[in-house]
């Protein structure tokens, strides 16, 4: 699964507890088939910036999906935080499912 984010630090410090993009699939069922953590990319890295001026930074990364993943339609969701993926950081995106991690929308995988 090839993902593509782009981020900023829209805000006054930069993110010195840093943290990591996890990416979560989960099934119609509300299941979680996937944990897929971005380890290559620390938040703390990301330059500070005003709204309008904070300079942004596009990650491309493709994961390999687990063997319990079959194909069909799963809902996003996206955290920061540590390397195992245990969200962190609560980020300023609407969907929050109460564990730091947001509803982005539907992948279908084929």
């Known amino acids: ?8 630090n829209v805000g006054v410090a930069p993110c010195y507890p ?8 989960f099934d119609a069922e ?7 953590v971005d380890d290559g990319f620390d938040m703390r890295d990301l330059a500070v910036g005003p709204p309008g ?3 942004s930074t596009a990650r491309e990364r493709g994961f390999p999906l687990p063997p319990n ?8 969701r996206v955290s920061v ?7 962190t950081l609560a980020l300023p995106l ?8 947001y509803r982005l ?3 279908e995988l084929r």
């Open 105 to 107: 929308g539907s992948v």
């Open 30 to 36: 509300g299941r979680l088939r996937a944990t897929l």
């Open 69 to 76: 993943v079959p194909a069909g339609r799963y809902e996003l």
């Open 1 to 8: 699964l090839s993902i593509t984010a782009t981020w900023a």
């Open 81 to 87: 935080g540590n390397a195992t993926g245990t969200p």
């Open 18 to 25: 840093g943290g990591y993009p996890t990416w979560w699939l």
């Open 94 to 101: 609407e969907g929050d499912d109460g564990q730091k991690r």
């Open 53 to 55: 001026e904070a300079p």
